[in-house]
Antibody
Framework: EVQLVESGGGLVQPGGSLKLSCAAS????????MNWVRQAPGKGLEWISH????????FYVDSLRGRFTLSRDNDRNTLSLQLNNVRVEDTAVYYC???????????????WGKGTTVTVSS | QSALTQPRSVSGSPGQSVTISCTGT?????????VSWFQHHPGKAPRLLIY???KRPSGVPDRFSGSKSAYTASLTISGLQDDDEADYHC??????????FGGGTKLTVL
């Protein structure tokens, strides 16, 4: 079964750091680009970052560049999102989502995890 | 990277059809035929319903259909069922490996 499972969420103080992980299974992780998407309370989904299959190329939404760092370990089938200098407005459910395959390019996210909750509060 | 515009809520009775709109700009919806739609029940993983404006992944009933005209994409759900009550999100590719989502629409089945 193709599956993505996020972990690492929790309560963090403003200015603090947190590392989110996404464990992939059921498919060849190294053949797919990956994304993180978040949903703040009462808001819609927000795409925040994309990483190529090799991990060499990463893109971020303009508002987050510099504070969040996306990386992947293709040997461990794991995606990681490092959140630094977090703000109250970073409070959200964070989802990882599978993107395009390297062998057939596409522009949609077809498999999602159930998300991990980050709460930024003092 | 401004969010796409969706109605906050729509409603319909079982068996009826509803349409959810998603309006973007010349940098996303208008520029690319890469609009996707997701169904999201609270606490669950979002589910891909439509990709590339109007294509359905295997397993998605043909009651769900998508279209696009200029700056606005639409999701139509026909033959409403109780289980269709959920949040629906549109998403458009916006170039340079970036994406933009809509604000989400809550569908209530009366």
């Amino acid at each position: 079964e193709v599956q993505l499972v996020e972990s690492g969420g929790g309560l963090v103080q403003p200015g603090g750091s947190l590392k989110l992980s996404c464990a992939a299974s059921g498919f060849t992780f190294s053949n797919y680009e990956m994304n993180w998407v978040r949903q703040a309370p009462g808001k819609g989904l927000e795409w925040i970052s994309h990483i190529s299959a090799t991990g060499l190329t990463v893109f971020y939404v303009d508002s987050l560049r510099g504070r969040f760092t996306l990386s992947r370990d293709n040997d461990r089938n794991t995606l990681s999102l490092q959140l630094n200098n977090v703000r109250v407005e970073d409070t959200a459910v964070y989802y990882c989502a599978r993107g395009s395959a390297t062998f057939f390019y596409s522009y949609y996210m077809d498999v999602w995890g159930k998300g991990t909750t980050v709460t930024v509060s003092s | 990277q401004s969010a796409l515009t969706q109605p906050r809520s729509v409603s319909g009775s079982p068996g009826q059809s509803v349409t959810i709109s998603c309006t973007g700009t010349g940098s996303d919806v208008y520029a690319y035929n890469y609009v996707s739609w997701f169904q999201h029940h609270p606490g669950k993983a979002p589910r891909l319903l439509i990709y590339d404006v109007s294509k359905r992944p295997s397993g998605v009933p043909d009651r769900f259909s998508g279209s696009k005209s200029a700056y606005t994409a639409s999701l139509t759900i026909s033959g409403l069922q109780d289980d269709d009550e959920a949040d629906y999100h549109c998403c458009s590719y916006a170039g340079s490996d970036t994406w933009v989502f809509g604000g989400g629409t809550k569908l209530t089945v009366l």
